[in-house]
């Protein structure tokens, strides 16, 4: 039996069940480019190891990645630094919400995890200093592993969220004062705001998500991480991937995932495939709540999970 007729009738059947659940939640509103987006929308896409990618729904239309991106800035900065990464942030679940900024004092300024906000920030940023465009390696690296050249910035939403960045601005200048920042706040915030506002499909998403099924593998056949930062990769998005609901996510659904507050959750199988759902309507941590509601459907029709 080919690989087709074992992945399209799953997401068939997912896309029929979330259709007759009308779901609870409600787009990002904190970042207004984003408030406008129909909570209906509905696309979900597997990409199998070899790039071989099967969808349903929306599962070609762009929408904001936003924070989902900052799992392609952590490998793309850990390929370049390696472990010495970890003595800027942590790697522990918060607890909080992805934006709170009331661990960062007794912490030190060190961040919980590269994946809430505060993390994120110390991760572009060191990256930005490495490479002098942190925003171009990601668009680059996701043009290529995506295969799509039209992939890019919706400047509407970076602009959207400039206007909007007084949370981010403390975070980052907080950081800074613990001298956990490089760079001057207002650098760092352009490159941040302009990664979260890549634009992209379901199918962009979970084939440019594939080196983490491949253990750190690239499109090209090149190594991006070692075969063990890749694992370290996967096993951050399953207990910080989705904040404050990580338990929750592990819980139902039993796959390293990460969100983003346009409603995208991404999820990986190592070794066997990679996935992204999208969904606007969020719950009140920020996750998609039909993005959420498809994955278990998934891990659980399948079987296939880490667990
Ligand atoms: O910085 C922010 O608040 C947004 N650009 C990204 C937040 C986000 O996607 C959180 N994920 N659920």
């Not at 039996?1 to 992945?7: L, P």
């Not at 981010?168 to 760092?188: C, E, K, Q, R, W």
Request: contains cysteine; aromatic residues 8%; charged residues 20%.
């Amino acid at each position: 039996m080919s690989t087709r007729t074992t992945f399209q009738p799953v997401l068939e059947r997912i896309a029929e069940e979330i259709e007759r659940t009308p779901g609870s939640g409600r787009p990002a509103d904190y970042i207004p480019a984003l408030a406008a987006c129909d909570p209906r929308r509905f696309g979900m896409a597997v990409a199998e190891p070899d790039g071989t990618v099967y969808g349903v729904g929306d599962w070609r239309e762009p929408f904001s990645a936003q924070s989902i991106t900052k799992v392609f800035t952590l490998a793309l900065d850990l390929s370049r630094e390696g472990d010495a990464l970890w003595e800027h942030v942590g790697r522990e679940p918060s607890g909080n919400a992805f934006n709170s900024l009331v661990q960062l004092e007794y912490e030190n300024g060190i961040p919980r995890n590269p994946f809430i906000n505060a993390g994120a920030l110390v991760v572009t940023d060191r990256l930005h200093t490495r490479t002098s465009d942190a925003a171009g390696e990601l668009l680059a690296f996701l043009r290529a592993e995506s295969g799509n050249p039209e992939l890019t910035y919706d400047e509407e939403v970076a602009a959207s969220e400039t206007a909007h960045g007084d949370r981010n601005a403390a975070l980052g200048h907080f950081m800074a004062s613990y001298g956990n920042i490089d760079n001057p706040v207002p650098v760092l915030l352009e490159q941040y705001f302009r990664q979260c506002s890549v634009a992209a499909s379901c199918a962009d998403l979970a084939l440019a998500t594939g080196f983490l099924a491949r253990h750190g593998i690239r499109a090209d056949g090149t190594r991006l991480l070692s075969r063990s930062q890749a694992k370290q990769v996967n096993a951050v998005m399953l207990t910080c991937g989705t904040y404050d609901a990580a338990g929750e996510f592990a819980y139902r659904v039993g796959l390293p995932g990460k969100s983003g507050v346009g409603g995208g959750i991404i999820a990986v199988v190592p070794g066997h495939c990679t996935l992204c759902v999208w969904s606007p309507g969020l719950d009140e941590r920020g996750n998609s709540v039909a993005g959420v509601a498809a994955l278990d459907r998934f891990t659980t029709l399948t079987g296939l999970s880490v667990f």
